[in-house]
């Protein structure tokens, strides 16, 4: 079994930051992709970030220069720092991990969601 943990969504004012954090933990042998995601309601979700194994980064257009994807390998932990946060960042926050496990299956790993909102 493998889970996929999110941390770090809140309440925070326009302007503001958040760290958002996601831990993978079970049988796993190796992680390649990673990715934060995000659905507003009503909307469909979206990706925001990925990274590589290497640490090779891409993130969608309206992130770029806010948000920063980071993984720490050794803990099996990826990271998204939000900075300038906008009411239209308002949302619930997934993160996504390509696992290898140990029984040599491979899949595409979710986490349950973390609500981010931005509000006054």
């Known amino acids: 079994q493998v889970q996929l943990v999110e941390s770090g969504g809140g309440l925070v004012q326009p302007g503001g930051s958040l760290r958002l954090s996601c831990a993978a933990s079970?049988?796993?042998?190796?992680?390649?992709?990673m990715g934060w995601y995000r659905q507003a309601p009503g909307k469909q979700r979206e990706v925001l970030a990925t990274i590589s194994s290497g640490g090779s980064t891409n993130y969608e257009d309206s992130v770029k220069g806010r948000f920063t994807i980071a993984r720490d390998n050794a803990k099996n932990t990826v990271y998204l720092q939000m900075n300038n946060l906008k009411p239209e960042d308002t949302a619930v926050y997934f993160c996504?991990?390509?696992?290898?496990?140990?029984?040599?299956?491979?899949?595409?790993?979710w986490g349950r969601g973390t609500q981010v909102t931005v509000s006054s």
């Open positions: 079970g049988n796993i042998f190796s992680i390649y992709d």
């Open positions: 996504s991990a390509d696992i290898l496990t140990r029984g040599i299956t491979r899949n595409l790993y």
